[in-house]
């Protein structure tokens, strides 16, 4: 990224800014990846939360749209993106008219890990004019976050599922841990011979990470849900997921004060950087200023050691800060600004941020 003096002065701080030219890139690239790995493309919209973007990545060639949360699948739908996964449990009484109300707006896909989840989708379908709606069985291969943990409760959950009214049981959801897909793969294939004795077909398998782009398909999967891909973060770059070159979002924060010589306050905070360490102990990078730690974070206020840095930022100097992880980033605002070409263009709205619900 490239900013000119003059750019730079026009900035209002802290703020996040994306550079359209890597994005359209990086959107090129996974599809490609896909494409060529025979794979769906089905990018995940944590990382960007906005309709905008998801509207770039089916341009591009994605099949649909993966949300975590259904408040973001609600926002989705209503800007008119038509087909949908949720990838994670939508549990609890208060989302079933949501969830059914969902799904007279777009082709929907649920996936869950638990009985008392899908008898929640049943009693949200049952009665239902129109297809049944699609269920997938959340496996975990590793990872140990949410996911039946054998290829035989997924085979038992299937056909629970396949039991229900208003459902019907369509495959698995995966997210394997980064890494070698042969344990995944051989859960994979042994689910499958498990649901085929009870006459149950894996039309969908649906795996993603963007740590393991490089492994796309090896899972034996249908298609990929990928979200980090699209602006990269401090986590890709430690893993070898990305290049510098490959990040497309900057906090852009603005040095306040310089309280000693060895300490910069910046006007970014966890209100925008967010307090996620990702496993690093601080709390993003400045690639301006590799030597500058960012060691603290109150709201407003950024601790930045600048002792090591041969030519520390001075008091009004605009510094560019790289996430620890991006997609919390876009949960913090209503909008990213936005550049084209090297010039300022209109910001992106993220209009599903803040849909945690
Ligand atoms: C269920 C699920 N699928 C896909 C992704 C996308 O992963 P990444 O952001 O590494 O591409 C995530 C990320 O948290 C996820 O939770």
Redesign the pocket.
């Known amino acids: 990224m490239n900013l000119s003096d003059t750019f730079l002065r026009t900035l209002d701080t802290p703020a996040a800014l994306v550079d359209l030219d890597v994005v359209a890139r990086n959107i090129a690239r996974h599809q490609h990846a896909c494409t060529q790995a025979g794979v769906r493309n089905r990018p995940?919209i944590?990382?960007h939360k906005s309709a905008q973007i998801a509207r770039l990545q089916l341009a591009a060639g994605a099949t649909g749209i993966?949300c975590?949360k259904l408040g973001e699948a609600e926002v989705m739908a209503a800007a008119g993106i038509d087909d949908i996964l949720i990838?994670?449990n939508v549990a609890g009484a208060a989302k079933l008219p949501r969830l059914r109300a969902l799904a007279s707006r777009c082709r929907l896909t649920l996936s869950c890990d638990n009985a008392t989840v899908a008898d929640g989708y049943a009693r949200a379908f049952d009665g239902r004019d129109g297809a049944p709606v699609r269920v997938l069985v959340e496996c975990d291969t590793g990872r140990q976050r949410c996911g039946v943990s054998s290829p035989e409760a997924a085979a038992a959950l299937a056909q629970h599922i396949a039991a229900l009214p208003g459902l019907a049981f369509d495959g698995l959801l995966l997210?394997p841990p980064e890494g070698d897909l042969t344990p995944t793969r051989a859960f994979v294939e042994a689910t499958r011979s498990a649901c085929a004795a009870h006459g149950l077909a894996l039309h969908t398998i649906s795996s993603?990470?963007?740590?393991n782009r490089a492994r796309i398909g090896q899972a034996g999967e249908t298609e990929y849900?990928?979200?980090?891909?699209l602006y990269n973060d401090r986590q890709m770059l430690r893993m070898g997921a990305a290049a510098p070159e490959d990040c497309a979002l900057h906090v852009m924060a603005t040095v306040v004060s310089r309280p000693d010589a060895g300490r910069a306050m910046i006007d970014a905070g966890s209100k925008i950087l967010s307090s996620d360490l990702a496993g690093f102990s601080d709390f993003g990078l400045l690639p301006d200023h590799p030597q500058a730690r960012i060691y603290k974070l109150a709201e407003e206020h950024g601790f930045v050691d600048v002792s090591a840095c041969a030519h520390p930022p001075q008091v009004g100097d605009v510094v560019r800060v790289l996430p620890n992880h991006v997609?919390v980033v876009s949960n913090l605002l209503d909008r990213v600004l936005a550049l084209r070409g090297g010039q300022a263009t209109d910001p992106i709205v993220i209009d599903a941020r803040g849909r945690v619900a």
Do not use: E, F, L
Request: glycine content about 16%; hydrophobic content about 5%.
């Open positions: 995940h944590k990382t993966t975590q990838s994670y997210y993603g990470g963007t740590p849900r990928a979200g980090t891909y997609c």
